[in-house]
C-alpha cells in the first residue's frame, strides 16, 4: 500500500492525497496547525479509508533544543488525533546513533560541526531507556490505543468545508517554547469546532 504526503505537489492536495491508501499529513508543513492536519483526514474521509497518517513530534523550535517535553508530545498527538488522524509516526531516528569518536549524532540538531538537516533543531530527540524518556512506553501504547479506536467508527461531518486553494500554503511557525493550542488555526476552523460542527 501506499503512504503518500501530497502537499508540495503538483496537483490539488485534497485529490492528491485521496489517491493514496493512507493519506499522511506532517506537524511541520503548515505549522503543523489543526487546518492542515485535517486535509489527509478529510481526503481519507472522502476516499472511503480508515487510516490518514501524520509525520508527527517535529516542530522547528528557537530555544536551542530538539527535546519536546511529554506534555508538548501529548498535545501535539491530541491535535493530531482531534483532527481525524488515526495514526502517528514519530519523525526523526528511530535509534540512537553515535559517531566514530564515540559522540552522539542526531540530523535535526544543529551545531557541533556534524551535518545537520538544517539551521535549527526541529524533531525531538527520543532517546528510550533514559529517565527523562521513562514515559515513552505507556505513551506508545496510549497513542495505538486511540489509533485503533480511531479507526473502528464511520467518520460523520455536519459541514463540508470548501478549501478553494489547490495547495496549502507553507506557513512559517517558529514558536519559542512549548506548542500552543490551536497555534495557526484559522478563525473558520476554530468557530467551527466551538459550536460543537465537525468538518471535512
Do not use: C, M
Not at 61 to 77: I, M, Q, Y
Not at 83 to 111: E, K
Not at 118 to 141: A, H, V
Amino acid at each position: 500500500r501506499t503512504r503518500l504526503q501530497a502537499h508540495g505537489g503538483h496537483g490539488d492536495v485534497l485529490d492528491d492525497d485521496a489517491t493514496a491508501d493512507v493519506p499522511e499529513s506532517e506537524g511541520l508543513y503548515g505549522g503543523g496547525s489543526f487546518d492542515f492536519l485535517k486535509l489527509a483526514s478529510s481526503a481519507a474521509h472522502v476516499a472511503g479509508r480508515r487510516e490518514a497518517t501524520s509525520e508527527s513530534f517535529v516542530l522547528t523550535n528557537t530555544v536551542g533544543t530538539a527535546f519536546l517535553s511529554e506534555d508538548d508530545l501529548w498535545r501535539l498527538a491530541g491535535r493530531a488525533f482531534a483532527a481525524g488522524i488515526t495514526r502517528l509516526v514519530h519523525h526523526g531516528v528511530a535509534y540512537p546513533y553515535a559517531r566514530s569518536d564515540g559522540a552522539r549524532w542526531y540530523p535535526f540538531r544543529p551545531g557541533g560541526g556534524a551535518l545537520s538537516a538544517g539551521p535549527l533543531p526541529i524533531s525531538s530527540e527520543i532517546r528510550p531507556g533514559e529517565p527523562k524518556w521513562g514515559f515513552l512506553p505507556d505513551f506508545n501504547r496510549a497513542q495505538a490505543r486511540l489509533g485503533y479506536a480511531l479507526t473502528r467508527g464511520e467518520p460523520h461531518a455536519e459541514v463540508a468545508w470548501l478549501h478553494a486553494e489547490r495547495q496549502y500554503p507553507q506557513g512559517i511557525y517558529i514558536p519559542s517554547g512549548s506548542p500552543e493550542p490551536e497555534a495557526g488555526e484559522s478563525a473558520t476552523s476554530l468557530a467551527l469546532r466551538r459550536a460543537g460542527y465537525g468538518y471535512d
